[in-house]
C-alpha cells in the first residue's frame, strides 16, 4: 500500500537539500559556534550564512533574526518577551486572536496567570479577524497584539498589515505567527508592518526543533533563557548548528521555489475540493473558502459521518481531522471560533498537500473520501 500524504500543515519532509547541507555539521564540523579556532569559527560562519538566508526569506537585517528551538519557543519568547521586560507585569494588557495556536493561547493564559489582562478579538463565520475588532480591543495598557498571519487549520489569511498600521498609531507592539505562512506566502516583515515574527523551520521543508523568531531592530525583550550571551543575548545556550544550517537552507529553498509551488500547488487543492463536492452531491463545506486562504490547505466538512471515522475507512490517506497540537479532543478552538457546533465540526477533515503532492494523489485522495463517506453515512 502506497501511502498518500495530505499532512503538510502538521509538518513536512525534510527537504534531501536540507539534510546534504546538514549532513557536515553532524560529521566534521563540530566545533562549538563560540570556540575561537578553526571548528569553532566554521560552525559560526555557517550559523551567520544562515541567518543572513532567513533575513533575506522575510525581508528583514540579519541582526533581526533570533534562532529558537521552533515555532513554540518563538512565541514564548515573543509574548512573554515583551510583557515581562522591565517593569512587572501586573497591569499591562495583551491582545490575541480566537484563531491561535496553542503556543499562543498557553503563554498569554500563563501571562493571564502574573497579572496581565488579555483579551480574545473573535473571528468572523468566514475565519478572518478583523482590524476593527482589534484596535477596539486596544487600551492605554496595551503592549502587545498577537495575530497569526495564517490558520494552520482552515488556512485563512489574516489581515495583518492593516492591524498593525492601527497598532503602530496607539504605540502597540505587533507579534504573528507565521508559521504556517512562510513559504507558502511571500512572507515580508515591512510589508507586514510587525514588530516580531515567529518562523518553524519543519513547516516548509526543514528539520524539527529549529526556529526563528524576528525582531524588529529597537524592540527589547525580556529572555526566557538567562545564561552566556548567545543569540544577542536572547536565547543563551550553545547553537544546534546543524538545525540551523538546515533552516537556513529551507530559507534558501523557499526563495527559490516557493512562488512556482504554490501556483502549482493551488490548482491542485481546487481540483481536489471539485471532486469532493461533485462526488457529494455538493454537501461538503469548505471553510474560509470566501476569503484569502494558503494554497495548500483545505479543510473540507463532511455531513452525517465524522472524520475519524473516513481517515480510518480511507487508511492508505494520511491527514487529519484537526491540527496535530490539538491531539485527540473532539473539537478545536479554531472550528469553534468559527461558529461550528459539535457536530458539525466532527465531520471536518484538514487536508494540507505539499511540493510532492502529484495529481494523481489528489485524484486517489477524493476517490478514498468519497468511498469511505458513501460507506459510513
Not at 566545533?31 to 538566508?53: F, K, Q, V, W, Y
Not at 518563538?74 to 495583551?94: D, Q
Not at 475507512?313 to 469553534?336: V, Y
Not at 503532492?357 to 459510513?376: K, P, Y
Request: charged share 20%; hydrophobic share 40%.
Amino acid at each position: 500500500m502506497r501511502l498518500i500524504y495530505l499532512d503538510y500543515n502538521a509538518t513536512t519532509p525534510v527537504a534531501p537539500e536540507v539534510q546534504e547541507a546538514m549532513l557536515p555539521f553532524l560529521e566534521r564540523h563540530y566545533g562549538n559556534p563560540s570556540s575561537n579556532h578553526t571548528l569553532g569559527r566554521a560552525a559560526r560562519e555557517a550559523i551567520e550564512d544562515a541567518r543572513s538566508r532567513v533575513a533575506q526569506l522575510l525581508g528583514a537585517e540579519r541582526a533581526e533574526i533570533v534562532f529558537t528551538g521552533g515555532g513554540t519557543e518563538s512565541n514564548n519568547l515573543a509574548l512573554k518577551g515583551v510583557c515581562l521586560r522591565g517593569a512587572a507585569p501586573s497591569g499591562r494588557h495583551l491582545v490575541i486572536s480566537a484563531l491561535e495556536h496553542p503556543a499562543v493561547v498557553e503563554p498569554a493564559r500563563w501571562l493571564e496567570r502574573l497579572g496581565v489582562s488579555v483579551t480574545v478579538v473573535p473571528a468572523s463565520r468566514d475565519g478572518v479577524i478583523s482590524p476593527e475588532g482589534v484596535e477596539r480591543a486596544l487600551r492605554p495598557e496595551t503592549v502587545l497584539v498577537s495575530v497569526m498571519h495564517a490558520n494552520n487549520e482552515i488556512g485563512t489569511v489574516q489581515p495583518i498589515r492593516a492591524l498593525a498600521e492601527r497598532c503602530r498609531q496607539r504605540g502597540v507592539l505587533v507579534h504573528t505567527d507565521a508559521a504556517q505562512s512562510v513559504g507558502k506566502l511571500a512572507v515580508r516583515v515591512e510589508e507586514l508592518g510587525v514588530d516580531l515574527l515567529t518562523v518553524a523551520g519543519h513547516k516548509f521543508y526543514g528539520p524539527k526543533g529549529v526556529g526563528a523568531l524576528y525582531v524588529r531592530r529597537g524592540v527589547e525583550l525580556e529572555p526566557l533563557l538567562h545564561g552566556a550571551g548567545h543569540e544577542f543575548g536572547l536565547r543563551a545556550g550553545t547553537e544546534n548548528t546543524a538545525a540551523i544550517v538546515g533552516l537556513g537552507q529551507a530559507a534558501a529553498l523557499a526563495m527559490v521555489h516557493g512562488e512556482e509551488q504554490a501556483k502549482r500547488i493551488e490548482p491542485l487543492r481546487e481540483r481536489l475540493a471539485l471532486q469532493l463536492r461533485e462526488g457529494t452531491g455538493g454537501a461538503i463545506v469548505v471553510h474560509g473558502e470566501a476569503t484569502e486562504r494558503l494554497p495548500n490547505t483545505l479543510s473540507v466538512r463532511f455531513p452525517y459521518v465524522s472524520g475519524a471515522t473516513l481517515l480510518a475507512r480511507a487508511n492508505e490517506l494520511c491527514a487529519s481531522t484537526t491540527a496535530a497540537c490539538h491531539g485527540q479532543q473532539s473539537m478545536s478552538p479554531t472550528l469553534a471560533a468559527i461558529g461550528l457546533k459539535p457536530g458539525e465540526a466532527q465531520g471536518t477533515l484538514r487536508l494540507s498537500l505539499g511540493w510532492s503532492t502529484t495529481s494523481d494523489e489528489v485524484e486517489r485522495a477524493a476517490s478514498l473520501l468519497l468511498e469511505a463517506w458513501e460507506a459510513s453515512r
